[in-house]
């Protein structure tokens, strides 16, 4: 069984920095892409960031772009996403999703599997 488990949200003030985790177990997930999606209130999902496990060839959103940054640590099976210069735009609940297609994924239906989410709250 397949387990992803977020970590390390919370509240924090405009333009501070935050850094999310997230575990995965279960499998081998080297062959594997894995983004970073986040949904706000009233709101669809939508896409943040994601990595490929082999080669780390990373992807972003354009509102996100140069403020975040996806890595990932292949001896922990965990991804990480930096948040810096975090804006209230950015408040909602980040999911961390697992892929097992041959091309990085920017929609939600592009992955298999996903984590509960972890809040992010930015105050202005």
């Known amino acids: 069984q397949v387990q992803l488990v977020e970590s390390g949200g919370g509240l924090v003030q405009a333009g501070g920095s935050l850094r999310l985790s997230c575990a995965a177990s279960?499998?081998?997930?080297?062959?594997?892409?894995m983004g970073w999606f986040r949904q706000a209130p009233g709101k669809e999902r939508e896409f943040v960031a994601a990595?490929?496990?082999?080669?780390?060839?990373?992807y972003y959103a354009d509102s996100v772009k140069g403020r975040f940054t996806i890595s990932r640590d292949n001896a922990k099976n965990t991804v990480y996403l930096q948040m810096n210069s975090l804006k209230p735009e950015d408040t909602a609940v980040y999911y961390c999703?697992?892929?097992?297609?041959?091309?990085?994924?920017?929609?939600?239906?592009?992955?298999?599997?996903w984590g509960q989410g972890t809040q992010v709250t930015v105050s202005s």
């Open positions: 990595i490929r496990w082999s080669g780390g060839s990373t």
């Open positions: 999703a697992a892929g097992r297609g041959l091309v990085v994924a920017t929609i939600p239906q592009g992955y298999d599997y």
């Open positions: 279960g499998r081998t997930f080297s062959s594997y892409t």
